[in-house]
């Protein structure tokens, strides 16, 4: 099959997913004006999918083009039933109405999927970083369809990673009956795709609702469309494609290092500066593109730590459109479309408690009723369960993504109801309860995931002398936070101005509270850590200090945290105005003469996510998790990524907003700062992707050194290392099932564990340190390192049986890795002993056949 082929079947084939589980999303999402039309492919993904593996935990289907069938009938099913009677009728007068909607989602998705087809297959090589492993966990789901999958690094157990993402693939793989190595690249090309429909859902969602509900009562008239009049929401459609310009645009970096190779600025501005790698004096004359090795991978690191003595250390940001151009198949990555499919659903929560006469006029009232069980629930049932089922799969995805969305969700509810009925103490009784009960049905519905699951997690650390510098803060965030800083300021002047008076005194009260609050937090554990008689935790402490006592730091610690304050006391300004505008009585005024109150703006729910997004991006400044990096890097990391979403989507909107609202030479202002503010970040998307695809020549190259496009990510094993290539198809060709393979053992980001990531089979152990991540202890496998190197340096077939017993190992895999790392002087007693299955090109694999 070409690949031309692969990427129509898979277009296909998540279409029909899609418009299987429409109806559902269309009863569900039935405030928002595209009826959750844009989220549909991501939406029947995660409904196939949850079925699927809820079936297979019981042994009823596999990941297998049957089960996936089947799990598909039942989505149908299901949603046909949804569909009944005036849900029908509506559904068939919603898409007559919405053409040109859906004509923009189907266009963008194609042509993003397309264009990143095509990217990928100039880029496809499944390795550097963590490709290896994300491929050996796609492997096992696919190597026999059994869940849950085994953990192909570590024989006899199962993944205790988050890996629901894994099992979606796997099971479009599985359909379309393609390699795993070219549904590896299909699926980051899927990815992005979904990830440009969504944002432009969520933009186009809200932009529309402002249009329809806020400023022109009479475009819900259906006897617009009946006179030949378009819907008003087919003005949403152009400006919501700042969502995917906003989202999928890159940090302020690639510009720097255009600047930095053209040899502008003085050498004290970039070590002013200091981000990584061009803190060093440019050095002028070397034209403009940027050609330093790796450099488009800085553009993830820029926020640079250092310590009390000028040490460095390590800290991830990445952001979306770096995630997909390196092309791993991260957790934070597979959940990134289902990030948005929680936002549509939040949103959707806001639009239909924002304006309970809408809901009422739909036969739907928002009311609870006063008793029975029912009047326990904050939401509908069928809400509830809706919700739950998106936001637990977040957990089942990226666990870290679980609780900020529920926060978001929870959050909506809260500003709509309080800003349609005022913050009274029902609706705070209210808030927490629909989150306790979307908290315990999400995990609920997944709890076959929560009972295998380990994690490396162990409690929060201070952060000590670590906070952001604001300078680097700007350059990571710089297109979205200067457009999110100018709406809001604008936001609060225009509230003032037309008397809705936010409220300052609880907003910015509110936000100085939660600031003295991380203050005294960090204070507290720094203090109960330096007073500890643990030696760990002295041993940290010093550590952290660079040596020196408490008493010692602390004046450099004070200094520092003074010299940095720029970046918490934006985000605390940023709490506070968004705080302040939401707390306000309402969010837009009723007409006079009008019963009713005026639906609230949707621009308290985007006040909602630039909130969120501060609360994630000053918390690491003061605290972070703990896990094995004895850093604050993946809370960054997580935190900054998720930062990113929701203020890409809140400037989008701002962008629009400003435009929008504002006339003449200031619309003008707002139009050519959106376009410098894209420009500026749009440096970096155009420029890395040249670098990264060898000046769009492709990096796979074929015997005669000739480049060539492939979306196979294996293809350039069979240059660079066709040993391994030949024997790993053979192994996908005859060898059936799970068997234990033995293979070299070694660090991360390595050539080990090969074997087992290209097939799936499991092996006695693959990267020590990443098992010793998803597992919190390396309990599950001491001792099997050393096994597996006394197995194949031991002489003597008796000193390998009670290894080969002890993991049940029937295959052994002995290529020039293995001979270089233990020695061939063992390899005598498998010729001797086992049967040899395969032997070419320097590789040998051995079965036993003794038991």
């Excluded at 849950?148 to 099971?171: E, N, R, T, V």
């Excluded at 894209?678 to 420029?687: E, Q």
């Excluded at 290539?725 to 293979?743: H, L, Q, S, T, W």
């Excluded at 077939?797 to 233990?822: C, F, H, M, T």
Aim: proline share 6%; with cysteine; glycine share 10%.
């Amino acid at each position: 099959m070409t690949d031309l082929l692969t990427v129509l079947l898979w277009w296909a084939m998540v279409t029909i997913f899609g418009l299987a589980a429409w109806p559902l999303l269309f009863r569900l999402f039935r405030y928002l004006p595209d009826r959750g039309y844009s989220f549909a492919k991501t939406g029947g993904l995660l409904a196939v999918a949850y079925v699927g593996w809820l079936l297979g935990n019981f042994g009823f289907v596999q990941v297998s083009p049957g089960g996936a069938l089947v799990s598909l009938a039942l989505v149908a099913v299901a949603s046909a039933l949804a569909a009944r009677g005036q849900t029908w009728a509506d559904m068939k007068q919603w898409w007559a109405e919405h053409r040109a909607t859906v004509i923009a989602v189907e266009v963008l998705f194609v042509v993003a999927f397309a264009a990143w087809a095509y990217v990928r297959a100039l880029n496809p090589n499944i390795t550097f970083t963590e490709k290896p492993m994300e491929f050996a966990f796609l492997n096992s789901v696919l190597r026999t369809g059994a869940l849950p999958p085994g953990d192909p690094w570590l024989s006899g157990f199962a993944i205790s990673y988050y890996h629901f993402g894994y099992i979606i693939m796997g099971m479009l793989i599985a359909v379309s009956g393609v390699l795993p190595s070219v549904g590896f690249n299909l699926g980051i090309a899927l990815l992005f795709a979904l990830t440009a429909v969504s944002a432009f859902g969520i933009v186009f969602n809200l932009i529309a609702t402002v249009l329809t509900r806020c400023q022109q009562p009479a475009a819900n008239d259906p006897q617009r469309v009946a006179h030949g009049q378009p819907p008003i929401t087919n003005g949403a459609v152009w400006p919501a494609l700042l969502g995917p310009l906003f989202m999928l645009t890159g940090n302020f970096n690639g510009a720097l290092e255009v600047l930095h190779k053209a040899g502008l600025f003085s050498p004290a501005f970039w070590a002013w500066l200091d981000i990584k790698w061009t803190n060093q004096p440019p050095v002028p004359g070397g034209g403009w593109m940027p050609d330093r090795f790796l450099w488009w991978w800085q553009a993830s690191r820029v926020i640079h730590d250092r310590g009390l003595t000028g040490a460095e250390v390590e800290v991830i940001d990445e952001f979306p459109f770096f995630s997909f151009l390196l092309g791993d198949m991260h957790p934070h990555v597979l959940g990134l479309p289902f990030v948005f499919l929680a936002i549509a659903f939040a949103l959707n929560l806001f639009l239909m408690l924002s304006d309970p006469d809408r809901a009422v006029e739909q036969g739907r009232s928002v009311e609870r009723p006063d008793t029975g069980w029912r009047a326990w629930l904050p939401l509908s049932w069928p809400d509830l369960l809706g919700g739950a089922l998106i936001l637990g799969g977040l957990s089942f995805l990226n666990t870290w993504d679980f609780p900020i969305y529920l926060f978001v969700a929870v959050a909506a509810f809260t500003v709509a109801r309080g800003m349609r009925e005022g913050f009274h103490v029902q609706v705070w009784q209210d808030a927490v309860m629909l989150g306790a009960q979307l908290a315990i049905a999400g995990i609920i519905l997944y709890l076959p995931f929560y009972i295998g699951f380990r994690s490396q997690l162990g409690g929060i650390l201070p952060n000590v002398i670590f906070p952001t510098r604001f300078a680097q803060f700007f350059v990571m965030f710089g297109p979205s936070l200067i457009l999110v800083t100018i709406w809001l300021g604008w936001l609060a002047w225009r509230a003032r101005r037309q008397g809705q008076r936010p409220d300052w005194r609880n907003g910015l009260g509110a936000a100085v509270v939660f600031l003295i609050g991380l203050i005294a937090v960090n204070v507290i554990l720094s203090w109960a850590i330096a007073s500890s008689n643990k030696p760990q935790a002295i041993e940290a402490m010093s550590n952290l200090l660079g040596g020196s006592s408490v008493a010692q730091a602390l004046p450099d610690v004070v200094r520092t945290r003074l010299a940095r304050a720029g970046t918490p006391l934006l985000l605390t300004l940023f709490i506070g105005v968004g705080a302040a505008w939401v707390f306000s009585r309402r969010g837009s005024t009723p007409e006079p003469g009008d019963d009713a109150p005026a639906p609230i703006h949707p621009a308290a729910f985007v006040a909602v996510l630039v909130v969120t997004g501060a609360l994630l991006a000053i918390a690491p400044d003061f605290v972070y998790l703990r896990d094995l990096f004895g850093s604050r890097m993946n809370t960054v990391f997580k935190f900054y990524y998720q930062a990113w979403v929701v203020w890409s989507l809140a400037a989008a909107f701002g962008g629009w907003m400003l435009w929008h609202e504002l006339t003449r030479w200031k619309r003008a202002a707002v139009g050519v700062g959106v376009a410098v503010m894209l420009g500026l970040g749009l440096v970096y998307p155009a420029l890395a992707t040249t670098t990264v695809t060898d000046n769009w020549r492709g990096t796979t190259r074929d015997a005669n050194d000739k480049h060539y496009a492939t979306l196979d990510g294996m293809a350039y094993m069979s240059r660079d290392r066709a040993a391994d290539y030949d024997a790993i198809k053979f192994i996908n060709a005859r060898i059936p099932g799970r068997p234990v393979m033995a293979e070299a053992v070694g660090g991360s980001y390595t050539e080990y564990g090969r074997v087992s990531a290209h097939t799936g089979l499991p092996t006695v152990l693959g990267w020590p340190f990443h098992e010793l991540q998803w597992r919190g202890s390396g309990e599950s496998f001491a001792g099997r390192e050393d096994d597996i190197r006394a197995l194949y340096s031991a002489r003597t077939w008796a000193e390998a049986v009670p290894i080969l017993d002890k993991y049940n190992i029937r295959y052994v895999y002995y290529g020039s890795l293995e001979a270089n790392q233990y020695g061939p002087a063992g390899q005598a007693k498998f010729d001797q002993n086992m049967l040899v299955v395969y032997t070419y090109n320097g590789v040998t694999i051995y079965e036993r056949t003794d038991k």
